[in-house]
């Protein structure tokens, strides 16, 4: 077994990333306030956080989202049922979903399927949910990140936080109620200085 199959078998088995979605109940009506906006700011990898595309070399690079609307509480329903029956599923859903654009580098980037936004006091958390690239080189070779098809962010805005993470290639599941997010990569890349715009 290669370095960085153990790498990403460690990460699976101590690293995962675990979101509780209740059905639609964190969906609030801030779609005036993020709705036709972008959060900016930069991304930092961190050795193997982008295994699955790039060397494991540490790097920042520029990152935006684009938000065109919020995700309605029907969607995300949508979502958690869609997930119940397995991560095929999840991806048909989002592929019907278009909430805006994220940004990494100077790339014109991909869609955003699901942006959700939710209040934590007196902070917003914006999560992302995308079907990321799957390169031609990941299939070929019958690499293991190619069953990581989704990108997921969560992001802090307001009351000096305005950070968050970026999880490049992730695997999604539901255990118990609870979304469960697994990063291929060694750890999940930092959104720092994000700014809504």
Known sequence: MNRLNTIGLRVLLSCAVVLIFQYGSQVHAQSGELAGRSITGTVFF???????????????????LIINRLSTAEEVNQ???ALQSGQDQLLTALGRMNSGRIQIG???????????ASQEGDQTKVTVIYQRDVRFAE??????????????????????SNQGMLIYAARIRLRDGTWSVEDFGTFPARLMGLRVR
């Open 79 to 81: 979502l958690n049922s």
């Open 46 to 64: 961190v050795g193997g956080a982008r295994s699955a595309r790039a060397p494991n070399a540490p790097r920042s690079t520029t990152f935006r």
């Open 106 to 116: 100077s790339g014109v980037g991909v869609v955003a399927n699901a942006i959700i």
């Open 139 to 160: 299939l070929r070779y019958g690499a293991r990140s190619a069953d990581y098809r989704f990108g997921y962010a969560e992001m802090y805005i307001g009351s000096g």
